[in-house]
């Protein structure tokens, strides 16, 4: 993400800290999601989803539709609440759902669900509403926001975050590890025994790299990839969670 002048123009102490410089950030609308000129801030699509939940199959194509927007990164979380039904979820690790809580305690929801689904960490849309579902898309895309910009490093080791406005409590950078296209998986219990199901973009980790409080920051990336994987690095408002700027790896 290099369209609004940003550089790393050095790095120190072992790498892990460097001095990255920034033209100011131009005030606007962010731009809406085109297909053939994707954004400088892509919306962050996630979606909280359950091989065992009977309704997760139809928001899982929603987002598997998402995916194929230049302008969005999808990213499906597989949770294990449902686990006791008589499938466990294949994908699911604990920290997927303690993700997802944390929005339910930004957001003041009553409890978790799925399918789930959060858009820039501002607003959550079930998964069975698929217009309601784009409509939050193009309108978090038109956002008016003040970015910092995300630059990796050559050899993807590691990833600066320029100047900005962080948010109140500051802000939190995080690399999140996930499986490009998709994945089926044949179930054979619970609600949804008999069918397979289709996942796009499935979460294999999360990282949290470091603090950002405004001022430029070089973090080091995790190690030991999959050269099969991608990573999503967020930034994201430590108290309300939503997500200020994101960029792929």
Same mark, same amino acid.
């Given at each position: 993400?290099?369209?609004?002048?940003?550089?790393?123009?050095?790095?120190?102490?072992?790498?892990?800290?460097?001095?990255?410089?920034? &033209? @100011?950030?131009?005030?606007?609308?962010?731009? +809406?999601?085109?297909?053939?000129?994707?954004?400088?801030?892509? +919306?962050?699509?996630?979606?909280? &989803?359950?091989?065992?939940?009977? =309704?997760?199959?139809?928001?899982?194509?929603?987002?598997?539709?998402?995916?194929?927007?230049? =302008?969005?990164?999808?990213?499906?979380?597989?949770? /294990?609440?449902?686990?006791?039904?008589?499938?466990?979820? &294949?994908?699911?690790?604990?920290?997927? @759902?303690?993700?997802?809580?944390?929005?339910?305690? @930004?957001?003041?929801?009553?409890?978790?669900?799925?399918?789930?689904?959060?858009?820039?960490?501002?607003?959550?849309?079930?998964?069975?509403?698929?217009?309601?579902?784009?409509?939050?898309?193009?309108?978090?895309?038109?956002?008016?926001?003040?970015?910092?910009?995300?630059?990796?490093?050559?050899? /993807?080791?590691?990833?600066?975050?320029?100047?900005?406005?962080?948010?109140?409590? =500051?802000?939190?950078?995080?690399?999140?590890?996930?499986?490009?296209?998709?994945?089926?998986?044949?179930?054979?219990?619970?609600?949804?025994?008999?069918?397979?199901?289709?996942?796009?973009?499935?979460?294999? =980790?999360?990282?949290?790299?470091?603090?950002? &409080?405004?001022?430029?920051?070089?973090?080091?990336?995790?190690?030991?990839?999959?050269?099969?994987?991608?990573? @999503?690095?967020? +930034?994201?408002?430590?108290?309300?969670?939503?997500?200020?700027?994101?960029?792929?790896?």
């Amino acid at each position: 993400m290099d369209s609004r002048g940003f550089i790393i123009a050095g790095v120190i102490a072992l790498g892990l800290v460097g001095a990255v410089g920034s &033209t @100011a950030q131009p005030a606007g609308a962010r731009p +809406v999601v085109h297909r053939d000129a994707p954004p400088p801030e892509p +919306v962050v699509v996630e979606l909280f &989803t359950a091989q065992g939940c009977a =309704g997760c199959p139809a928001a899982n194509q929603v987002v598997e539709a998402l995916s194929e927007d230049p =302008g969005v990164i999808a990213l499906t979380y597989a949770v /294990d609440y449902w686990d006791y039904l008589g499938w466990p979820d &294949t994908f699911a690790r604990p920290e997927f @759902a303690r993700r997802q809580r944390d929005y339910q305690a @930004a957001m003041r929801l009553r409890s978790v669900y799925t399918p789930q689904i959060v858009i820039d960490g501002r607003r959550q849309v079930s998964g069975a509403e698929g217009e309601a579902i784009q409509t939050a898309v193009e309108e978090e895309a038109a956002r008016r926001v003040f970015p910092p910009q995300i630059q990796f490093r050559d050899g /993807d080791d590691a990833v600066g975050i320029g100047s900005g406005r962080a948010p109140a409590g =500051g802000a939190e950078v995080w690399a999140v590890t996930y499986r490009p296209g998709l994945q089926t998986v044949a179930v054979a219990g619970g609600d949804n025994r008999g069918r397979s199901v289709r996942h796009v973009n499935v979460v294999e =980790g999360l990282t949290r790299l470091g603090e950002w &409080t405004g001022r430029p920051i070089l973090l080091a990336l995790p190690g030991d990839a999959d050269p099969e994987t991608r990573v @999503a690095v967020l +930034v994201q408002g430590r108290d309300d969670r939503r997500i200020l700027t994101a960029a792929l790896r």
